[in-house]
């Protein structure tokens, strides 16, 4: 007699502590197991332990570097298979970055967000219709591993890493409820290391917090996030210690985080704390990226109000063009036209060689492009979501890296990085809400690690704003007019709370209450709230 179908589950990062242990339990569980990890060796022998100690076939292995595009096509083509195909999906924790900005280097920096972000939004797309076709009594779907620092600012490494882990948990969690209708569950598990803070020599508030219980070991934690996501729990935060924390580190106040980020033992740039007296007024030449239209047309010309020189970056030539020859002609400022497209390499590299070009310095970095893909996500191509990674959190992440440096080094400048209300609000959308999640947490944890040295890093986070952001969506306005902000309204608010030391502006008085709602109402509420709108759109 043929007992029930074993499930099939393909765990990535399966050669570190915690891979390891998922691929333990679900072995013991009776799952079959396709082991994906960077670490060839680790994978053989793990796949030799599991086979040593049943009759299930060899677990299958698949080794390779998820920052690589070719191995992750590699893993991603084993999701998309019928043949022996996948049932659950765990995303394992990825490696982290080496180091935090201004000090790493930036190709590195990168892979790490690749590693992290770039796989789980490739994975998840991958694994997804198969797995909704088929259905299996499982559960299956997918579990994805973020950090601490999903939810907790933390400087440095940390922080880099954090950013991309709220990126991953965002995306669970929003994807978690609009395709609970297709009976999948997707649960992102928030564990703690075993030491305090990161466990990477960084503080984070976890310091802080006195009554911080011992973290539950990697057993554990798989336990708990296999129990969690068999319940249906989009997530899971394994440990009461730590579970207290994730619950109330967004009623703490921004500066408190400051302050607890303050008393970390290193960071690249400790060396320039207590150099520097109080700033000086903002110098020299701003870069706008999307300043073709919309909010970032809006920022070139209240800049060149201020009498800034401007570097105008976007892909519409005739419309740089015509910008660049009204502000000159107006306010009798300089302004290069830098045609690039942030979706391709060579369109960021061109930007952050000009943003590192220490004989023409820019004072005032403001990241301003972006767009919202149309329609739900599984029917989006993963190569339209890959290119709208690309301009929302791939040219954020290496354009700020391009120009801190330079900022660090002269004591002084800004980055103001577009994001959105949306990052606020868990299971509304798709990739738009966790990449401008990524894009906020990035620079509250960038500010953390360049407090001190002159430099400002702020993220500006409109609700709808009046520009071509929806009808090049192919949308209609949205919502009562009142919703409604005014360009002119976000850059000017913008600046003010930049020239305030703020990490985070939100602007309007309707967004700002939105907001401070959606910080003391629990996630979950929220979700289900969101559960009204949420399509999985966007
Ligand atoms: N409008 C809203 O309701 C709203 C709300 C919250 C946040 N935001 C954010 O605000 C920022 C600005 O959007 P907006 O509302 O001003 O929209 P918009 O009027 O559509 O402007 C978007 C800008 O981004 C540029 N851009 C798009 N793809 C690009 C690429 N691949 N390479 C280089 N530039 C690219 C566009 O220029 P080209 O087409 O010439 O390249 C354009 O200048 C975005 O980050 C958006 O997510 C908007």
Redesign the pocket.
């Known amino acids: 007699m043929s007992g029930p179908i074993p499930r099939r589950t393909l765990v990535t990062s399966a050669d570190t502590d915690l891979g390891r242990a998922f691929v333990r339990r679900l072995h013991a569980l009776g799952d079959e197991l396709v082991l994906a990890g960077g670490e060839r060796g680790a994978l053989e022998a793990l796949a030799a332990e599991l086979n040593a100690t049943s009759e299930d076939p060899r677990p299958e292995v698949l080794p390779g570097d998820l920052a690589d595009v070719d191995d992750l096509d590699l893993v991603v083509r084993r999701l998309e298979t019928d043949v022996r195909p996948i049932d659950l999906l765990v995303v394992g924790p990825a490696a982290p970055s080496p180091d935090g900005l201004p000090g790493a280097d930036p190709g590195e920096v990168r892979a790490a967000l690749d590693r992290s972000a770039g796989a789980a939004l490739g994975l998840v797309r991958a694994a997804l219709p198969g797995m909704i076709a088929r259905g299996h009594p499982g559960p299956g779907g997918v579990i994805t591993v973020a950090g601490p620092a999903a939810y907790l600012s933390a400087p440095g490494a940390a922080g880099i890493d954090g950013a991309a882990q709220a990126y991953v948990a965002m995306l669970t969690e929003s994807l978690a409820q609009a395709l609970a209708r297709d009976g999948l569950t997707l649960t992102t598990v928030c564990p703690t290391p075993p030491q305090p803070g990161t466990g990477r020599g960084e503080h984070t508030l976890l310091d802080a917090v006195p009554l911080r219980v011992a973290p539950p070991d990697a057993d554990a934690v798989v336990v708990a996030a296999l129990a969690d996501h068999a319940a249906g729990r989009a997530l899971s935060v394994p440990g009461v210690g730590a579970k207290a924390v994730v619950g109330v580190s967004r009623l703490v106040p921004f500066p408190a985080l400051r302050a607890a980020g303050g008393f970390r033992r290193s960071s690249p740039v400790a060396a320039w704390r207590g150099r520097r007296g109080p700033r000086g007024p903002r110098e020299g030449t701003a870069l706008v990226?999307?300043?073709?239209?919309?909010?970032?047309?809006?920022f070139a010309e209240h800049l060149a109000v201020a009498g800034h020189d401007l570097v105008l970056?976007?892909?519409?030539t005739q419309?740089?063009d015509a910008t660049a020859e009204r502000l000159r002609e107006r306010y009798g400022i300089e302004v290069e036209v830098l045609v690039?497209?942030?979706?391709?390499a060579a369109?960021r590299r061109k930007v952050a060689d000009r943003l590192a070009a220490p004989e023409r310095p820019v004072g005032l970095l403001v990241n301003?492009?972006?767009?919202?893909t149309a329609g739900e996500f599984l029917d989006t191509d993963p190569a339209v979501l890959r290119?709208n990674y690309?301009?929302?959190m791939g040219?954020v992440l290496e354009l700020t890296a391009a120009a801190l440096p330079g900022m660090v080094a002269r004591g002084r400048g800004d980055v103001v990085n577009?994001?959105?209300?949306?990052c606020f609000l868990p299971g509304r959308g798709s990739v738009?809400s966790a990449g401008?999640t990524y894009v906020t947490a990035l620079s509250r944890n960038v500010a953390l690690s360049v407090d001190g040295t002159g430099v400002r890093v702020m993220a500006l986070?409109?609700?709808?704003?009046?520009?071509?952001?929806?009808?090049?969506l192919g949308e209609d306005r949205w919502g009562p007019e009142w919703l409604w902000?005014d360009?002119d309204q976000v850059v000017t608010e913008g600046m003010a709370d930049l020239e305030a030391g703020k990490a985070v502006s939100v602007p309007g008085a309707v967004y700002k209450a939105i907001v401070g709602v959606a910080r003391v109402v629990p996630r979950a509420l929220l979700r289900a709230l969101a559960a009204r709108t949420a399509t999985g759109r966007g």
Request: some cysteine; charged content about 15%.
């Open positions: 990226t999307g300043a073709s239209s919309g909010i970032g047309a809006t970056v976007a892909r519409d419309r740089l690039a497209d942030l979706a391709a369109g301003n492009a972006g767009y919202a290119a690309e301009v929302n040219a577009v994001s959105s209300v949306a738009y401008k986070c409109p609700g709808f704003t009046r520009t071509e952001f929806h009808a090049r902000l360009a």
